[in-house]
């Protein structure tokens, strides 16, 4: 346990390090275009080539392949391991560069032939600028998935840092340079470039590290391969209606005016904060973890690594969520600057608060599919995320009439609630040994620590407003005052209701001193 929370530890510090980053890079993306119609393109094309990063590297063939790179590593070593990961690597590098040149192709023609008005003409010039990023960052993602499954996560959680300092020190340097908006644009491609070749670079070296090299031969691996495309098409089923919830939301946004698509992205990102920095985390470490003890350990190990990720996640993003829906505005207000205008600061903090309210949900629904996938159940996965990809789009198209971007925001919180309960209903039908009984403590233990903590924030919350400071300095002294003080009243009261991880915390801590 206390080897879990170190890895858990490592890659929430890289994972924190690379979030902070990432804000930082929207801030400054913000601050040079505001909430535009160049910064709106961008963002959508941005989409498509992250839309493939989780479809075929972090989702489906991530998926697929740690379960079955897993077994291969248990029975016949490492060697063979890598040789059947060379077979996976090769096929992928094909596949997406045909598709990377095809798409570039189709929209180049559409270009010339003026098939497009003027706003989508340029969402399609950054798309074919910002495809060949799809490539780099697939690739990365699939051989971080081989560096996790080795128990290595320093390299892998750490490209997406080169990512946002590639991209911030484009935005610095066009800036600094005077660049107009237009021009801007073209730098901040350029970025992503430079940061999706050194996403895949620096994985790749470690990996090689570890005994990697670059080999095809056909006729091995034949089986392992043969099981991989059959969990792979059901696994890139649901990984695709996933994706489209997100994609289906942001072009329901274009429609609607020009600075929808910019706050509906900037305040999700604030919800993807906590979701990646701990979520994510603790799901990159229990994924590996629950697939090998369904295949060394059995059952009762399995139900015990999936009540532990259960606790520590529930226990993160419930707190998270509160801390969102309660100070949304001084947290928006701290980071809006240039030509981030204070109405759409406004309309961010409003969609910040309903996406807090869905943080809890999203946050099950990422552990409980890796759950699923790590005993092979792909086709379940995508009956349910078909279902919630429906509940979004009936919900959007109707919450949008009479909401707006609000609706929007709505409608992809009830489609992950809706997802998150028929993901526990399957995995509990699937494997007795997993019983809500087993996080109910600890669910009541969490519940009242967060409502203290929720009731403390917002009673701060109206002293600060109180002294009527300037917006700045009021959301100043709210963040730095509030955030850590509402965290140590927190898990204060967790350490005192001996919430179970805390307990393993404090244990392995005690253990570690005894041993030095």
């Not at 080897?3 to 924190?16: C, D, E, Y």
């Not at 499954?149 to 066009?174: C, D, E, K």
């Not at 209606?241 to 997100?246: A, H, R, S, V």
């Amino acid at each position: 346990m206390l080897k879990n929370f170190k890895n858990i530890a490592v890659v929430s510090l890289l994972t924190g390090v690379s979030r902070v980053l990432g804000l930082l890079r929207d801030v400054l993306l913000f601050a040079a275009l505001g909430a535009s119609h160049w910064n709106s393109a961008f963002l959508l094309a941005f989409t498509l080539p992250n839309l493939f990063r989780r479809l075929l590297g972090e989702g489906a063939m991530t998926s697929a392949m740690v379960p079955v790179f897993n077994e291969v590593l248990e029975r016949d070593g490492r060697k063979a391991a890598f040789a059947f990961f060379s077979q996976v690597f090769l096929r992928l590098t094909v596949l997406l560069v045909v598709f990377c040149v095809s798409v570039i192709l189709l929209l180049e023609l559409l270009l010339k032939m003026g098939h497009f008005s003027p706003m989508w003409a340029l969402w399609a010039e950054l798309s074919v600028l910002l495809l060949p990023y799809m490539v780099f960052i697939c690739l990365s993602a699939i051989v971080a998935a081989g560096l996790n499954v080795l128990g290595r996560f320093v390299s892998s959680v750490s490209t997406p840092i080169l990512l946002n300092i590639s991209i911030i020190g484009s935005l610095v340097t066009a800036i600094l340079l005077g660049k107009r908006s237009e021009e801007v644009i073209y730098w901040l491609c350029g970025g992503v470039l430079l940061g999706g070749i050194l996403q895949l670079l620096v994985p790749a070296i470690d990996l090689a590290r570890q005994g990697w090299s670059l080999r095809f031969r056909s006729n091995e691996h034949s089986n392992e391969l043969a099981e991989l495309k059959e969990l792979l098409l059901p696994g890139l089923m649901g990984a695709v209606i996933l994706q489209l919830n997100i994609m289906i939301s942001r072009v329901l946004a274009h429609s609607l005016n020009e600075s929808a698509v910019s706050v509906l992205y900037f305040s999700s990102r604030l919800m993807e904060l906590p979701l990646g920095l701990f979520t994510i985390s603790i799901a990159t470490v229990f994924f590996p973890l629950m697939a090998q003890s369904l295949a060394t350990k059995g059952e009762k190990a399995f139900a015990e690594s999936m009540a532990s990720g259960l606790r520590l996640i529930i226990g993160i993003s419930i707190p998270a969520a509160v801390g969102l829906m309660i100070l949304n505005g001084p947290i928006v207000e701290l980071l809006r600057f240039g030509q981030f205008s204070g109405d759409d600061g406004m309309a961010t903090s409003v969609l910040v608060m309903i996406y807090g309210l869905g943080l809890p949900f999203y946050s099950a629904a990422t552990f409980l599919t890796r759950g699923l996938h790590a005993g092979k159940s792909m086709r379940v996965t995508v009956q349910i995320a078909t279902v919630s990809l429906l509940v979004n789009i009936v919900c959007s198209l109707i919450f949008m009439q009479f909401w707006a971007e609000r609706g929007l925001a709505i409608a992809n919180v009830l489609a992950a609630f809706v997802q998150s309960v028929l993901l526990w209903r399957a995995l509990t039908q699937r494997r007795e040994a997993v019983v809500f009984t087993a996080l109910l403590p600890a669910f009541c233990k969490i519940i009242l620590a967060a409502f203290t903590m929720g009731t403390i924030c917002q009673a701060g919350l109206f002293l600060v407003r109180f002294f009527g400071m300037t917006g700045k300095l009021d959301a100043l002294v709210t963040v730095l005052v509030l955030v850590p003080g509402g965290l140590i009243v927190y898990f204060g009261l967790l350490y005192l209701l001996r919430f179970e991880e805390m307990d393993h915390l404090r244990k392995g801590c005690r253990r570690l001193m005894l041993d030095r």
